[in-house]
């Protein structure tokens, strides 16, 4: 079965260095998102990807952040300037496109990518 | 802003008992979907639910969608050990917005 990929598994970073997270979504998707998850904490929502821009991105999401997808496959998220805050559980995820009211929305999320900012 | 809240936060059940998760939107969704998540790992989709007072069923599992759209439940007949995980609901505020806003979670734990 198709799944999201994530690299790396682990970054370990210190505050102020900037980081590349690495997604790779399912190949038929095109619908891309960002979200995090502080340990132990509810998963939120940073940001939506659809025909190469943002279609939405939350308060979180502010000018540290940045997504690109430099290429066919890959879709990633930037991180400028690292924070002791920005220390969580990154998910990608993606889902095919949909239309209609009762059409699934089912998104499907990649192993994640532990960041820890010291 | 809107908040999703699940109660309760943790449940420890008996292997064999049921279980029940509510989540509670603060403004009306116009979907929900449930996830599970084992521990150490990643969302995984179980169910959307879209119309006012849809129930469906998933073997042991039941899921509602209260006739306000604005509450949800998960119900889990007869736990096994394999049902441990974190259980979310995640809705989204219209059809014109793709942002998930996902509750607080519930951690259900099972004893064999």
């Known amino acids: 079965e198709p799944e999201v990929t994530q690299t790396p598994s682990h970054q370990v970073t210190q505050m102020g260095q900037e980081v590349i997270l690495r997604c790779v979504p399912i190949s038929n998707h095109l619908y891309f998102y960002w979200y995090r998850q502080i340990l132990g904490q509810k998963v939120e929502f940073l940001v939506s990807f659809y025909n190469n821009e943002i279609s939405e991105k939350s308060e979180i999401f502010d000018d540290q952040f940045s997504v690109e997808r430099p290429d066919g496959s890959n879709f990633t998220l930037k991180i400028r300037s690292t924070k002791l805050e920005d220390s969580a559980m990154y998910f990608c995820?993606?889902?095919?496109?949909?239309?209609?009211?009762?059409?699934?929305?089912?998104?499907?999320f990649g192993p994640g990518t532990r960041l820890t900012v010291t | 802003g809107q908040q999703v809240m699940q109660i309760p936060q943790y449940q420890h059940v008996q292997e064999g008992e049921d279980f029940t998760t509510y989540c509670n939107s603060s403004?009306?969704?116009?979907?929900i979907q449930w996830y599970k998540q084992r521990p150490g790992g990643h969302p995984v989709f179980l169910i959307q639910?879209?119309?006012?007072?849809e129930v469906k069923k998933q073997k042991r599992l039941t899921f509602q969608f209260g006739e306000a759209k604005k509450n949800s439940s998960l119900h889990i007949t007869a736990t096994q050990t394999t049902d441990v995980g974190t259980y979310f609901c995640?809705?989204?505020?219209?059809?014109?917005?793709?942002?998930?806003?996902f509750g607080t979670g519930t951690r259900l734990q099972v004893f064999p």
């Open positions: 995640a809705g989204r505020r219209s059809y014109n917005t793709d942002k998930l806003i």
């Open positions: 639910l879209v119309k006012s007072g």
């Open positions: 403004t009306t969704l116009s979907n």
């Open positions: 995820a993606s889902r095919v496109i949909a239309g209609g009211i009762s059409s699934s929305y089912e998104q499907y």
